[in-house]
């Protein structure tokens, strides 16, 4: 087995990721490291643990990277994972024994573990929803990961390698798995095959990430490849949810203009209310940043903002008299000494904030907007209450409450994504019927 792993401009999480490498109960591999234009010390990094360093002059991206070490392996199964990735002790092992149990099978999958690296609310929301995505997915797999994914060697060379036409990282490893399945080829997600990921994420790197490396070439995808079966991040309860998350944002921003005021309100009161949390979880978890400190005024003087423009500034002590009152529940969290005292200031926490939040909507006027607002959070909130249970289990109940929303923007991005990468698509295919070249769309055999 060959273990290849891309690094540009990582050094520090290199050294983990080499760290655990070297743990490893299974010891019948090759390491090669691919240094993809580096700026920092990521090569002398890799040449400290004694790993076959590939170098790469200019900065080409992961697909080239991983396409430069597939050449130089020797090994008859070519395992690939990120350098933020931390692998267990019997990871290596599983890759082997799942290729020797299923001979049948030419690719592997795992997924991220229940336990992300970076503690950061983000960083834990996101990790975890990943791992949620892989777990609920079916063991015959319609796709490649290149995050934590092993594939035959001549089965890769066979398909050219990687695409290196993304040269960021995107698509690259779903795009190969496609190829493969159109071909009949088999693939396998082992859900018990799991690493840590150890990325730090914001908001912006999570939205550029799924609108522009994931979402728009992804749809481009599925357009060329019609046939291929929904599954992970594109099942039928998903497609429900963009739909939804659309509806309901088209209903809030009705309410906002025909209720004005008498909406705005409470909405802004709540929005406050799930927002400080968020923030004071990343200062709990992360510790008290400048950065932080400026996001929440921010937020705050936005909220003002709005208040002002519609005549509401009534609301703002209830604003600031909430936000200080949750600050003290989470100075108190941040003190766990007592496991069973923190769990129960936690759940608290969040029950006190739904509460405040459902009394708040409560007293909203009676119109029709109203209640499909309410019809469609309540929908949303059924459809997904398992994952939302999960990250209960995972963290606590405050945790979970805070990750509605930004679960719900999740969505609703993916549906501007999916509309952008029609635009895309067939702006393309007009283009290439101008130049007279007609593209056929692939088909599963």
């Known amino acids: 087995m060959s273990v290849i792993i891309p690094v540009h401009n990582s050094s520090a999480h290199l050294k983990r990721c080499l760290d655990h490498v070297g743990r490893s109960t299974f010891t019948d591999y090759a390491l090669i490291v691919v240094d993809d234009g580096s700026t920092d010390d990521s090569p002398e990094v890799a040449e400290k643990y004694g790993c076959k360093l590939v170098r790469c002059r200019t900065n ?30 019997d990871t290596l092992g599983r890759v082997a024994e799942c290729f020797a149990a299923h001979p049948e099978t030419e690719a592997v999958i795992g997924s991220y573990d229940e336990e992300p690296g970076a503690p950061d609310f983000l960083s834990q929301y996101r990790n975890l929803f990943h791992h949620w995505i892989h ?14 994914g092993a594939i035959r060697k001549s089965v890769l060379l066979e398909y050219g390698g990687f695409n290196e036409e993304y040269r960021r990282p995107s698509i690259e490893d779903i795009e190969l798995g496609y190829r493969m399945l159109s071909d009949g080829r088999r693939l396998r997600l082992d859900k018990q095959l799991r690493v840590k990921h150890m990325k730090h994420w914001t908001f912006w790197g999570i939205l550029r990430t799924d609108v522009f490396d994931r979402g728009i070439p992804w749809t481009v995808l599925l357009l060329k490849y019609p046939k291929i079966p929904g599954d992970l991040n594109v099942t039928l309860d998903q497609k429900l949810n963009v739909v939804l998350t659309h509806l309901l944002a088209v209903a809030l921003v009705a309410a906002a ?27 709990r978890t992360a510790g008290l940043r400048a950065r932080r400190s400026l996001e929440l005024l921010g937020g ?14 009534a609301l703002l002590p209830a604003v600031l008299f909430g936000t200080a009152l949750i600050f003290v529940q989470h100075q108190l969290l941040r003190h766990r000494r007592d496991q069973k005292l923190w769990w129960w200031l936690s759940n608290l926490t969040a029950v006190a904030t739904l509460g405040s ?3 708040l909507l409560a007293r909203l006027p009676a ?25 209960a289990r995972r963290h606590d109940a405050l945790f979970a409450l805070t990750a509605i929303p930004f679960h719900w923007i999740y969505y609703y991005y993916c549906g ?15 283009a290439g019927q101008r130049r007279g070249v007609r593209q056929p769309a692939a088909t599963i055999e």
Request: with cysteine; glycine share 10%; aromatic share 14%.
């Open 60 to 89: 080409g991206g992961p697909a080239a990277a991983r396409n430069r070490g597939m050449q130089e392996a020797s090994g008859e199964i070519l395992y690939f994972f990120d350098c933020a990735v931390c692998v267990r002790p």
């Open 135 to 148: 777990q609920g997915g079916s063991e015959e797999a319609t796709t490649f990961w290149s995050g934590c």
């Open 257 to 283: 203009v025909i209720l004005r005021g008498a909406f705005v309100g409470p909405a802004l009161l709540a929005g406050c209310l799930v927002g400080v949390n968020y923030w004071l979880f990343s200062w």
């Open 300 to 313: 705050l003087a936005a909220a003002g903002f709005v208040a002002y423009a519609f005549g509401i500034m």
């Open 357 to 359: 939040i459902a009394f």
């Open 367 to 391: 119109h029709p907007l109203t209640l499909s607002i309410a019809v469609l959070a309540l929908v949303l909130l059924a459809a997904n209450s398992k994952l939302y249970a999960f990250l």
């Open 416 to 430: 501007v994504s999916f509309a952008a990468g029609l635009v895309l698509h067939f702006s393309r295919k007009l």
